[in-house]
């Protein structure tokens, strides 16, 4: 996604360059709340995203992220087929010293406030307990615990779409939906990346593992009979799938430079640093990327299953749609030889405009 000027001080003309529909700032002293709700495009339905709790360098930095972030939640909701708009609301302080039961209820009364335009679930820096002293407040939240009737922890079914894009690649590059002999290296093995690791097992893959956390390294490796990579060497040996599922902007000039592998498929967030400068490079170097927001909605599904009173069932079935809609992105990045996230774009796009039609008579 383009990143927004911050510095240039005409909001107005920011959002229009965005699309954004609202931004509302919450300030709330007597807690500590900091926070900004960005609402990107309530077309197809209410915004749903997460609450990021970061601790910002600036304010420009935060109400960067949140327009990025939110802008991506309606582009992830529409190619994923969901009735849901995108949006996305960051707090802004460390998350280990800042954030307390009254401050994630203060921001459930903004929330509130909203009417249900805008409905959070978990992101960085927040867990489903936060989510649970938001539905305190509103009852426009998901993510919360399973044992009082949440969806809980999104990261199982992220992992089964990640899963799912893959093969869709696979499918592309080689005429075959097994992934068995393949070599993938997972970048980041936390929640997403673990039970990645878990389903490439299942799969018979050849699984390598980096993080930053060299102890986990160590664990994950022993559990899964997986092979550790230092972080500080995984685009210099040789697998056929990076997986990048810890940070974003992974995919740089630098980096594309070192790559050998023929495939990328991850769950990290905007993974490419410049949207229009690195999807180019990819196709141009031959590397097939799927883009992110499509092969990571598991989450976003599971939350929307929760929303409509849907069991974890179908949010599986839903995520196991991620593999035709990749087909269909890089079906159509082939035929118009544009990089895959532009493809994913156009066709995210197009039903937000599609449906726009449909909703001039009541
Ligand atoms: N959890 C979900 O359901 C979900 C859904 C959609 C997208 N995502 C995205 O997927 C990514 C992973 O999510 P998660 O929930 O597993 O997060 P997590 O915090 O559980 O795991 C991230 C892992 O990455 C490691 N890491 C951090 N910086 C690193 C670096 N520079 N190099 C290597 N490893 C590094 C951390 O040590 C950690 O083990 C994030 O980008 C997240 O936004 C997650």
Known sequence: MPVPDTNNLSVFSQLDAFGHQKIVFCNDPE???????????????????????????????????????????????????LNLGGG??????????DKSEAMMRKLGRFIKNLNGEFIAGEDMGTNPRDMEYIRMETEFVTGYPETIGGS????????????????????ELYST????????????????????VSLLRDENVKVYVSDINDERVRQIA???GAEPVSNNNIFDIHYDIYAPCAL?????????????????????????????????????????????????????????????????????????????????????SKAENIPTIE???????????DIKKIKTSY
């Open 177 to 196: 939906d097994t992934l068995a002999g393949r070599s993938v290296l997972v970048q980041g093995i936390g929640h997403v990346g673990e039970n990645l």
């Open 31 to 81: 807690t500590g709340l900091k926070a900004i709700i960005a609402i990107h495009d309530t077309t197809l339905g209410p915004a749903l995203g997460g609450v990021r709790m970061w601790n910002y360098k600036s304010e420009a930095d935060a109400l960067s992220d949140v327009m990025r972030l939110s802008r991506a939640m309606t582009y992830k909701a529409s190619v994923s087929g």
């Open 222 to 224: 022993k559990k899964f």
């Open 248 to 332: 974003g902007a992974t995919i740089n000039s630098a980096t594309i430079k070192k790559m050998k592998c023929a495939i990328i498929a991850g769950s990290a967030n905007n993974q490419l640093e410049d949207e229009a400068v690195h999807g180019k490079m990819l196709l141009d170097k031959g590397i097939l990327f799927a883009p992110d927001y499509v092969i990571n909605a598991g989450g976003l599904m599971n939350c929307y299953s929760e929303l409509m009173g849907f069991r974890r069932k179908r949010a599986l079935y839903l995520t196991e749609h991620i593999y035709d809609a990749t087909r269909n992105i890089l079906k159509l």
């Open 152 to 171: 809980g922890d999104p990261s199982p079914i992220t992992a089964r779409g990640v899963l799912m894009g893959m093969k869709a690649c696979v499918k």
């Open 88 to 97: 996305t609301a960051v707090i802004i302080g460390d998350p280990r010293k």
């Open 343 to 353: 493809a994913a774009n156009k066709i995210a796009e197009k039903r937000i405009t």
